[in-house]
Every structure is written in C-alpha cells, then in structure tokens.
C-alpha cells in the first residue's frame, strides 16, 4: 500500500475529499492528516473520518526533525498539500524529492505566490476583470506555487458573481480532480514533469 499524507491549514474541506476518495483505494491511502493549526475546522475532519492526526508547531517543522521523524515513522510515501499555508522546508522537500504535489485555485502563473490563498486569490480574480478562472495542481519546490504544473481546469468567470460564488465552483472543481490527478500522479508517475522542471 502506498501511503500518503496530507498538509492542511484550513477547514479540510480537500483533505475530506481525498480521504473519502482513497478509502477503499487498492492502492492509496492516506494514512495522517499534518496539520500546523489546533484550531483548524481539518483537525474535526480528520476525527470524524478516522484518520491520524498529527499536529505540529512552526518550531517542530522548521528547526526541529519532528515532522520529518512523523513522516518517517508513518512509512509515508507522497505528501499532499490541502490548503496547507506554511512554505515546506528544505530538509522535507530533499526527503521527499518530485513527491509532494499541492492545489491552487487559480491558474497558475497568475494569482500565486506568498499570501496569495483562499478568498484573496478569488477577489484578485474578479477584480482584475479574468474572463476566466480555475484550479492548477503542481509539485512543490521551494519557491511558493512555482513547481511543475501536473495539470490545470479551468471554468469561465460569471458576469456579476461574487468571490464567494467563484470560490464555491471553485472548491467543486476541486473535490473532483484533486483526488483523480493524485491518482494518476502516484500510479503512472512516467507521464508527469519532474521536479526539476520549470514550469
């Protein structure tokens, strides 16, 4: 079985998705939801679905082996960032080389970067008159939403929708395809663009 974990910061509405995607995977499974925030509505999640939970601090990702230890110690395999706000450290990103993929709602190069997530990246959409938006699902390398795009959908942008009406289509173009790409990406990794690759 090939294990995979998943990075989240927020409400878990992703991390619920691919949980419930992978549950009878003969393949996959996520095996620990990581999570950086208490609080966090993806911490209710991962209890209600009955998977690990592990929770971590700034100092426990940053300066310390801790995550890297869970990771390990979990035999996890890929690593799948589900709204997961934090920039992956250099010591994870070496362990786990072209193996870690992320979601963006948007169509990346536009719209990303450091603090671009979540509503903003909808209100920047409609503000700057985009006839259209979409998701982009891409490696993580070290430099915020610069990785190696796997794949992109896009929809067109609504006359006189709000951000929160973009977001909800958004969020359904994500359920779907997040979990499907991550499947095609484990199993026939031949076909994808490396790490390495620019995008």
Known sequence: MIHLAVFASGTGSNARALI???RHHPQIAVRAV?????QAGVVQVAAEEGVP????SRYELYDSDHVLNE?????????ALAGFLWKIPERILQAYPGRIVNLHPALLPKYGGKGMYGMKVH?????AGERESGITIHLVNERY???PILFQQSIPVQDGESAEQLAQRIHELEHFWYPRIIEQ????????PKAGAQP
């Open 185 to 192: 990406w484990i199993l026939d990794p031949a076909r994808w």
């Open 20 to 22: 419930r995607y992978f």
């Open 53 to 56: 939970l592990v929770l971590f």
């Open 145 to 147: 939403d610069a990785g």
């Open 71 to 79: 990771l390990r110690r979990l035999h996890m395999d890929y690593i």
């Open 123 to 127: 209100q920047e959409v409609l503000q």
């Open 34 to 38: 990581f999570c950086n925030r208490p």
